[in-house]
């Protein structure tokens, strides 16, 4: 649970673990969350009677999570303190701000059925029969593409499509289902398919305030954990980095991502496989920040969607479709 909310209270269990020679005899145990560059938002001590050479519980931390307008890289520090002896460790914390749920000028195509849009029981859903797609709201999310949001986007619309098992690539769990997406699995099984070693993010304005350093760290640990990555493969959508790249197993290195964007005509196709689950402030942000990047002037110049792949994209739609009527 790395990232926390505002106005709420976090609470820490503490222990240490003495195997020192010579151990801690009464120690202070000194506490602080703090931002990265240095401003502490609250402190506090904990003093308990120690025992070394064993797991000694310490007590609990009651840490108050403080305002912010943004989302701030935080760490939680602790310091053992004895005379001059001292041990410490830290965590790295993220806090978002509370986001009230995007509710206007967004809409769901059709009703969500296979992701976490189904989550976000407030946004409305329109039907292809709604009518003229000018009347489309600025941004549309869908788990799937077809001509009459094709045209949409063409006309200047803007579509989120979110990553559903007809463009990702799932992988087997059965030797380590604990390490999932996020984690690496600690050595080289096969089959090699399985597994992720990391990611890599390109700037982009979606992504600037989420203060990455070019991959994503523990903030994204439950977007990513148990949502497979979209295979870039199939649809011939390597030719341009995406904004967030995942390094696969090098010894297959399938050109993986979580989150790209592409023009079609005037408008734009964004393609998300992050699971944006309404009940995390890291998702409620990253989806406000889709909505007011397609709705800003501060776009990039994103590459076109290409005849061909948009015709693979809409394939695999009409594949699926054409499987379940069967």
Same mark, same amino acid.
């Given at each position: 649970?790395?990232?926390?909310?505002?106005?709420?209270?976090?609470?820490?269990?503490?222990?240490?673990?003495?195997?020192?020679?010579?151990?801690?005899?009464?120690?202070?145990?000194?506490?602080?969350?703090?931002?990265?560059?240095?401003?502490?938002?609250?402190?506090?001590?904990?003093?308990?009677?120690?025992?070394?050479?064993?797991?000694?519980?310490?007590?609990?931390?009651?840490?108050?999570?403080?305002?912010?307008?943004?989302?701030?890289?935080?760490?939680?520090?602790?310091?053992?303190?004895?005379?001059?002896?001292?041990?410490?460790?830290?965590?790295?914390?993220?806090?978002?701000?509370?986001?009230?749920?995007?509710?206007?000028?967004?809409?769901?195509?059709?009703?969500?059925?296979?992701?976490?849009?189904?989550?976000?029981?407030?946004?409305?859903?329109?039907?292809?029969?709604?009518?003229?797609?000018?009347?489309?709201?600025?941004?549309?999310?869908?788990?799937?593409?077809?001509?009459?949001?094709?045209?949409?986007?063409?006309?200047?619309?803007?579509?989120? *499509?979110? $990553?559903?098992?007809?463009?990702? %690539?799932?992988?087997?769990? =059965?030797?380590?289902?604990?390490? @999932?997406?996020?984690? #690496?699995?600690?050595?080289?099984?096969?089959?090699?398919?399985?597994?992720?070693?990391?990611?890599?993010?390109?700037?982009?304005?979606?992504?600037?305030?989420?203060?990455?350093?070019?991959?994503?760290?523990?903030?994204?640990?439950?977007?990513?954990?148990?949502?497979?990555?979209?295979?870039?493969?199939?649809?011939?959508?390597?030719?341009?980095?995406?904004?967030?790249?995942?390094?696969?197993?090098?010894?297959?290195?399938?050109?993986?991502?979580?989150?790209?964007?592409?023009?079609?005509?005037?408008?734009?196709?964004?393609?998300?496989?992050?699971? *944006?689950? $309404?009940?995390?402030?890291?998702? %409620?942000?990253?989806?406000? =920040?889709?909505?007011?990047?397609? @709705?800003?002037?501060? #776009?990039?110049?994103?590459?076109?969607?290409?005849?061909?792949?948009?015709?693979?994209?809409?394939?695999?739609?009409?594949?699926?479709?054409?499987?379940?009527?069967?």
């Amino acid at each position: 649970d790395r990232v926390w909310e505002p106005r709420s209270t976090k609470t820490c269990v503490l222990r240490v673990s003495d195997f020192s020679h010579p151990p801690f005899q009464a120690p202070v145990l000194e506490w602080k969350l703090e931002q990265k560059h240095g401003e502490a938002y609250a402190s506090g001590r904990l003093q308990w009677k120690h025992q070394p050479f064993c797991v000694c519980d310490v007590g609990e931390l009651h840490i108050p999570v403080p305002e912010v307008s943004r989302p701030v890289s935080a760490r939680l520090t602790v310091r053992l303190v004895e005379g001059e002896r001292t041990v410490s460790n830290e965590w790295s914390i993220w806090i978002y701000p509370k986001q009230e749920p995007v509710l206007h000028d967004i809409a769901n195509y059709g009703a969500p059925q296979l992701s976490w849009l189904k989550s976000w029981t407030a946004i409305p859903s329109i039907s292809k029969a709604q009518g003229d797609v000018r009347s489309f709201p600025s941004l549309i999310l869908s788990e799937y593409l077809d001509t009459t949001l094709v045209d949409h986007i063409r006309q200047g619309g803007n579509v989120l *499509l979110v $990553g559903t098992e007809a463009i990702v %690539r799932s992988h087997p769990v =059965s030797h380590f289902p604990a390490n @999932r997406y996020f984690f #690496t699995p600690p050595a080289n099984y096969p089959p090699y398919s399985d597994g992720q070693n990391g990611t890599i993010i390109n700037p982009h304005p979606i992504l600037d305030d989420f203060e990455h350093e070019g991959f994503a760290d523990l903030n994204f640990y439950r977007m990513i954990q148990n949502a497979p990555p979209i295979d870039l493969t199939g649809f011939e959508l390597n030719d341009h980095d995406p904004m967030m790249r995942v390094i696969h197993r090098y010894p297959v290195c399938y050109p993986l991502a979580y989150l790209l964007e592409r023009r079609i005509g005037t408008g734009r196709l964004l393609i998300c496989a992050l699971e *944006l689950a $309404g009940q995390w402030p890291e998702a %409620r942000y990253l989806l406000h =920040s889709i909505y007011d990047y397609v @709705r800003s002037k501060n #776009t990039v110049a994103a590459s076109e969607l290409t005849e061909r792949q948009l015709t693979l994209l809409m394939n695999v739609f009409e594949h699926r479709k054409s499987n379940r009527a069967g």
